[in-house]
């Protein structure tokens, strides 16, 4: 645990030491502020309603887009470094180094993630009564769909040479998890069964959806993301050991 | 405190480590020795456990380095090639890093730091941004990173790249003074440096050690024979030869002939046997212009290796005479070659003297005229 928190600490503070996440963090609290001014204005003034857009919509561009951009350096550019090395050989398991990566990169996306919860607060000041337990179980659900997409930036970053191939290849991961559920939903009456059930189970919209965006927490979904991020973080691991093995 | 047995690591159809065996103890510094590619770097990431073997066992401090890893990397102070730094960081914080990792207390991991940063001349840089530092300082950052959690055994790849003629100076005395609990296993190209800080050297040459024992005996088995050169005015070359024949511990002399008004000897002995020569030549009168013990250089050798010449093979090995005369006989090089004189009245580039040490890619010695080698080095004179 020492060692984990270690490692978390040393790479959240490594993300904020770049200037790129700074910029995606700008980026992020511009995008969500304009798009919620921009509710309320169509919304008349629904507090609720405009909180809770920008869960439906926005959301789902950035954590195409982010996770991948603070994970591609995480493993390949320290595996150039020799930084990976140097923490491969110290008294660390490679599960808790992974681990540390990704509680990372998903903290940084929270705090992005956190301008809803300001707007709440922000609004409340001005009299307006939003609903707290909804606006909590949405940030916390783009909390798990945030760790769910930094684990795959992990795995591309284990699989690519560069920083730059390993945003390219998660980005576009992120882009067919999204598409091959809708997809399949589209072409319900087309496809077969395997097909739908597979489309199904990795269908991360329709568990945000169907519990976070409710303001449910129903364990069955958080379940979910756990175990695919697990997966994620798992497949990491083993590939980074692969490259060992195969030098 | 280090184990290794039957050391064997492929790289696909490469095999980079072929079945190397050594095992260090405590205290002892060891240096690893061999051209680029020989597997020095390979070895060094299997005895961390960043690299598996393919095949072999490999324990540090009695824990096996695959199955007890953890415990492995807790003995461990590893300081690669490429120094690893985040170089977004202050020095004070990858020292900081490192004791978390290491499971120091924020006091402690501050003491630790303090101490080791004042060994390694970096007390004052603490609070500099690591990317901003010079090479060097890099590298004593990196030292100072691998020493901080007071590891019993110490791995260090090329520890003094980067570094000043002083720098190094300052690190080679601290590698002496850590050897004194500590276990050291650190590769050098700087050659002279490793042989003045390792009492014992490992020399890998494609992935198999080629020779492991202190700087002598690697001498003593890679290279060749050592003799002392002799030049002086002597009267009668043939007695000359005769009574240097008959010094304590002489194997054999060679008359090289004369050089202007002074005669070349080389007087072939394991030791060193210059203090009689230079009471024989005052004794006789002999005005003496040269005496030097001439043995080949860890440098030599290593060369020899780097260009991928058999040590054992020496093309410009030294030739004996025949057994019964124990005086001097013309080498191959001898006779396969005009004289030095004629080849500089021709214009042609002078070919290495006999004896001496042909480190050279481009010049090999020509097979020989009127002599045949019969495999043990010796060149036997068939006029």
């Known amino acids: ?247 | 405190m280090i184990s290794v047995s039957h050391l064997v690591r492929r790289f696909g159809p490469f095999t980079a480590v072929d079945d190397i065996s050594f095992s260090l103890e405590r205290g002892e510094v060891v240096g690893f020795l061999g051209p680029n590619g020989a597997g020095k770097t390979t070895t060094m990431r299997m005895l961390t456990g960043f690299l598996p073997a393919s095949r072999g066992k490999i324990e540090v401090a009695g824990f096996d380095v695959l199955e007890r890893s953890l415990e492995v990397r807790r003995k461990l102070g590893y300081l690669p090639e490429a120094v690893p730094l985040y170089r977004e960081h202050r020095v004070e914080e990858m020292l900081a890093f490192q004791a978390r990792l290491h499971g120091l207390s924020r006091a402690d991991g501050k003491r630790r730091a303090d101490e080791v940063l004042a060994r390694v001349g970096m007390g004052d840089r603490k609070r500099s941004l690591i990317g901003k530092l010079s090479k060097g300082q890099r590298q004593r950052v990196g030292l100072a990173v691998a020493l901080l959690p007071d590891p019993e055994v110490l791995i260090l790849d090329e520890p003094t790249s980067g570094l000043d003629p002083l720098q190094r100076i300052e690190v080679r005395n601290l590698i002496r003074e850590l050897a004194a609990n500590r276990t050291v296993l650190l590769s050098s190209h700087i050659l002279p440096e490793i042989e003045a800080v390792c009492p014992r050297l490992i020399v890998l040459h494609k992935g198999r050690i080629a020779a492991d024992g202190t700087s002598d005996d690697l001498v003593r088995e890679l290279g060749r024979e050592t003799f002392v050169a002799f030049e002086a005015v002597v009267p009668d070359a043939a007695e000359a030869v005769r009574l240097l024949s008959t010094l304590p511990g002489v194997d054999r002399v060679r008359d090289n002939g004369l050089v202007g008004i002074h005669r070349s000897f080389e007087i072939v002995s394991n030791d060193d046997v210059r203090e009689d020569v230079g009471a024989l030549a005052a004794a006789k009168g002999w005005a003496a212009r040269e005496l030097s013990w001439q043995r080949p250089t860890l440098e030599q050798l290593f060369a020899r290796l780097a260009l991928g010449l058999d040590p054992a093979d020496a093309p410009d090995a030294v030739a004996a005479p025949a057994p019964a005369a124990s005086v001097a006989q013309p080498t191959f090089a001898e006779h396969a070659l005009p004289t030095l004189d004629a080849n500089l009245a021709l214009g042609v580039p002078a070919e290495p003297k006999p004896g001496s040490y042909n480190l050279n890619p481009f010049v090999t010695p020509p097979p020989a005229e009127g002599g045949a080698d019969d495999g043990d080095g010796v060149c036997e004179d068939r006029p």
């Open chain 1, 1 to 247: 645990m020492r060692s984990f928190l270690a490692i978390y600490r040393r790479e959240l503070a490594g993300l904020f030491l770049a200037p790129l996440a700074w910029i995606l963090l700008c980026v992020t609290l511009f995008y969500n502020g304009f798009f919620f001014l921009a509710a309320l204005e169509q919304s008349g003034g629904n507090v609720n309603a405009s909180l809770g857009y920008l869960h439906r919509g926005p959301l789902w561009y950035l954590v195409a887009f982010l996770p991948p951009l603070l994970t591609m350096r995480m493993i390949s550019e320290e595996t150039r470094s020799g930084l990976l090395e140097f923490l491969l050989t110290a008294p660390v398991s490679d599960t808790a180094v992974m681990i540390g990566k990704l509680a990372a990169a998903t903290s940084f996306m929270a705090i992005a993630w956190s301008s809803v919860l300001v707007f709440g607060l922000v609004v409340q000041l001005l009299g307006a009564t939003p609903d707290w337990g909804q606006l909590c179980m949405e940030w916390l659900g783009a909390v798990f769909v945030s760790g769910l997409f930094s684990a795959i930036g992990l795995i591309c970053s284990a699989l690519s040479g560069t920083p730059l191939l390993a945003a390219f290849l998660a980005i576009l991961s992120n882009l067919v998890l999204f598409m091959v559920p809708t997809g399949a939903r589209m072409a319900r009456g087309v496809l077969h069964e395997p097909a739908l059930w597979i489309a199904d189970r990795i269908d991360v919209r329709a568990h945000f959806d169907g519990s976070f965006q409710t303001g449910a927490l129903d364990s069955s979904h958080v379940l979910f993301f756990v175990v695919w991020t697990a997966l994620g973080v798992f497949l990491a691991v083993r590939i980074v050991e692969s490259r060992r093995w195969m030098g």
